[in-house]
């Protein structure tokens, strides 16, 4: 402790730390709290800031005196990241419309102005007006959800997870499920089939193979629960919506489980993952411009074919492909969306008022396919066509030019639109590459790492971009004109 270090002894530098009440009342940082920083924070990064010093100080990285300005201009850093949200919006320009890890779907208009509106006071959440009585928050959605699919019944939960999870819980619970081997899929988070069952309380039983089930299969396996004194209570079906098994397979036709089901007396349920309302081969990718059609989306299973076929249940997702807010959607059978309402997990999962009115209004758009398609950014980033995407590229890659030269780094950077592929994400569309563009980026002096870091970190708006080749790109199918300002904005802001 009394060794010397540069003229002055741990000791002196110890001695020269100012206390936290002399720091605290520091011009700069009572200017903070006069401007509404809580004390709590400004407190809290003084003290990290002075624990700091003396750990770097024992290190011997600390060899002057350190005094109360130098504790302000510590702490300033720690203030100013405390007051930053955890929760913040990003630019996606990574070219994966349903992104997992960056919120999944954008929400139409409508539905932002619906939440808006709705957390301004009171709502009817579960009360009806009509009768002036307690009534259903399931109500707001559930006779637009049979309206559009042709269901008897329905309601929402908080995401599919939970929707299927009731739907095993309130169907089979303590009885027996039997799904085919090839359907027991994982998805994000760990989410796998297989323990979803077992925490609902059902016994699963595995028929066929990976490749290959027979109806034959679930009825043997039905009729050996029975004769081992098993309830059967369910035949299940996954849509196998994030990825594809093709080549020297097959499986049993939803229909086909239906009528088994109703000879055996057993209720089907299915589980589509991502929920589609709309044909999506029946919009061609481009459909929203004058450029010329290139491909058109494949199939992909709807609502109302499964509906159609006489499932008891149908679960899917609200904020995958149908481009709403999280949530799980359940329809289907009136008997068995009864059932599962009266379920105890029914009020653990339920949704709450600003999800139900982000549904509601995201749901209303798809009275009218077009104007679902146009308002719904889910569905027209899916049918934007290359040329579209080209020309959002141009415009973001000419306004960076811009930047580039008025920051005096033209020289040294490269700005080019390149071509590239985008993807639906989500677990959605697994084996569909949609033709794309996106901005290659090169700037003078900074590596793409580095860029990627600065535009993801250091802007107020995060982007969010990828690295290709030891390129950076931004792609331009996730970008609306409001992005391309952001982005030109964030990099003003680095390169100034």
């Known amino acids: 402790m009394g060794e010397f270090v540069t003229g002055h002894t741990t000791q002196e530098l110890y001695r020269s730390l100012p206390n936290v009440d002399q720091v605290m009342g520091a011009d700069e940082l009572e200017g903070l709290l006069l401007a509404g920083i809580p004390r709590s924070v400004v407190l809290e990064a003084v003290r990290e800031t002075l624990d700091a010093v003396r750990a770097d100080i024992a290190s011997g990285q600390v060899t002057e005196p350190y005094g109360v300005d130098d504790c302000v201009m510590g702490a300033l850093p720690r203030i100013e990241e405390a007051m930053v949200p955890s929760l913040r919006p990003v630019v996606n320009a990574t070219g994966i419309i349903v992104h997992t890890n960056l919120g999944r779907s954008v929400l139409p208009e409508a539905a932002r102005a619906a939440v808006s509106a709705i957390n301004e006071g009171y709502s009817n959440l579960e009360y009806s007006l009509d009768a002036g009585v307690r009534g259903s928050r399931h109500d707001h959605v559930e006779a637009l959800i049979c309206e559009l699919t042709g269901a008897e019944a329905a309601m929402a939960v908080n995401n599919n997870a939970a929707a299927v999870l009731l739907t095993l819980a309130g169907l089979a619970g303590g009885r027996v499920s039997v799904v085919s081997r090839g359907q027991l899929v994982e998805i994000g988070g760990s ?19 990976t490749n290959k089930t027979h109806l034959s299969d ?26 594809k098994v093709s080549g020297f397979s097959s499986e049993v036709g939803l229909a086909e489980l239906v009528a088994l089901g ?38 992909e299973p709807t609502v109302q074919e499964s509906v159609a076929a006489g499932v008891d249940v149908v679960t899917f997702s609200g904020d995958k492909l149908l481009g709403g807010p999280q949530a799980g959607i359940l329809c289907g059978r009136r008997e068995a969306i009864a059932r599962l309402k009266r379920h105890p997990l029914a009020r653990a999962v339920r949704l709450d008022k600003m999800t139900l009115a982000a549904l509601e209004a995201t749901l209303r758009l798809y009275r009218d396919e077009e104007r679902a398609v146009a308002e719904i950014p889910t569905l027209r980033m899916l049918a934007m066509s290359a040329e579209d995407c080209r020309a959002v590229a141009q415009d973001l890659a000419l306004a960076i030019e811009g930047v580039l030269t008025t920051a005096g780094c033209a020289d040294d950077s490269h700005v080019q639109v390149v071509d590239d592929a985008a993807y639906a994400g989500g677990g959605s569309l697994p084996d569909v590459v949609l033709p794309s563009f996106a901005v290659a980026l090169e700037i003078g002096g900074i590596s793409a790492e580095e860029l990627e870091e600065a535009l993801r970190i250091r802007c ?12 950076y790109l931004l792609a331009a199918r996730t970008l609306s004109a409001e992005d391309i300002e952001v982005i030109v904005a964030e990099l003003e802001y680095l390169l100034q």
């Open 191 to 209: 989410f796998r089939i297989p323990d979803v069952m077992a925490a609902s309380g059902t016994q699963m039983i595995e028929v066929g193979t």
């Open 218 to 243: 679930y009825r043997y396996a039905a009729e050996i629960a029975r004769e081992e004194g098993s309830e059967v209570g369910l035949l299940f079906k996954a849509h196998t919506s994030n990825y």
């Open 262 to 299: 109703a000879e055996l007396g057993v209720a089907v349920a299915e589980d589509l993952g991502s929920g589609v309302l709309v044909g999506l081969e029946d919009f061609p990718v481009g459909a929203q411009s004058a450029a010329p059609v290139h491909f058109r989306l494949p199939h």
């Open 460 to 471: 107020e708006i995060p982007v969010i971009g990828r690295i290709k080749d030891d390129h």
